[in-house]
């Protein structure tokens, strides 16, 4: 049942930090109760196979698609722990969402020091060429719908709040062209995959919302390398308010919009069923992505922000989702 937490590189992988029991009361069929509402899937990742299994429909690595796992030497990919989870994907009948392969964090610092622009974006491309190109005869084949059915996050987290655009390395030295590279590299590594770009406090139709818009809509004028916006949706109590008017708003880029990193702290039923209330009546949003499944294993484990509570039990959010989707 546990095999996934058997393996040695899982801890990498889906990020668990403690064995993971199999749930005793029923499970409802999360992604499938969404997915018969027309959207795409219902994503997350876990160490408990049995869960992901039978509520997820697509699986995304927590850490182990990032810069410092797959390049933290120059020229040195390591795919161990990405192999492991698009394997399992795989096998399992999953869609992969890719997570993320520009990031100013957990960026190692041999890229961080680069500061001519030339050898900057030579960097990016090699960088996605191989994570990109690792995958991407795999990607597309892994599940057999019309729609392109992987996805990549091509970049976290490019905008300040107030819209400007955040300082990094990349853009110290390449200004707003960083964007372009990347998303360029990424759809010559893989021209099926759907490219993403994906941001926080992203909450609410607010400044940051209006300049993401602004920004896709530069990238995207004279061929579109954005396929959709990311909002990550890392909410407060009672900060499900705003996620239909931010939807809305995100969807006026004309590509698809994704609830990508979902968590809420305290996890109120109403806040759950007011998200996923706003992806429903949201003809762009395709998809949502639970950061993960168990509070047990959340980076924000003390907010008890998930779906599921730290002993693999669904919480009183979950009855109230499945509900709302039956
Ligand atoms: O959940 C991730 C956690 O395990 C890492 O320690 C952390 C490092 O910054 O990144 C977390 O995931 C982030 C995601 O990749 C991008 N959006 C913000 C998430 C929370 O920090």
Known sequence: MLKLFSIVSLAAIFQCASAAATS???LSGLNTKFTAKGKLF????SANEAILESEFGAVTPENSM???????????????????????AISNSKIIRGHTLVWHSQLPSWVSA?????????????????????YSGKLYVCRPLPLRPCILTIYSEVLNDNGTLRSS???????????????KAARAADSTAKLYINDYNLDSNNTKVQAMVALVKRINADEQLIDGIGTQMHLSAGGSSGAAAALAALAEAGIDVAITELDIAGASASDYTTVVDACLSTSACVSITSWGVSDANSWRASSTPLLF???YEPKAAYTAVISDLS
């Open 66 to 88: 990032k810069w410092d796992a797959t390049e933290s030497t120059q020229g040195t990919f390591t795919f161990s722990g990405s192999d492991y989870l698009v394997d399992w």
């Open 24 to 26: 005793s009361t029923a």
């Open 114 to 134: 680069i500061t001519d622009a030339a050898t900057l974006t030579s960097v990016i491309q090699t960088h996605i060429a191989n994570v990109a190109g690792q």
């Open 309 to 311: 509570d730290s002993d």
């Open 169 to 183: 390395v990349f853009y110290d030295v390449l200004g707003e062209s960083f964007i372009t590279i990347a998303f």
């Open 42 to 45: 219902w994503a997350s990742f």
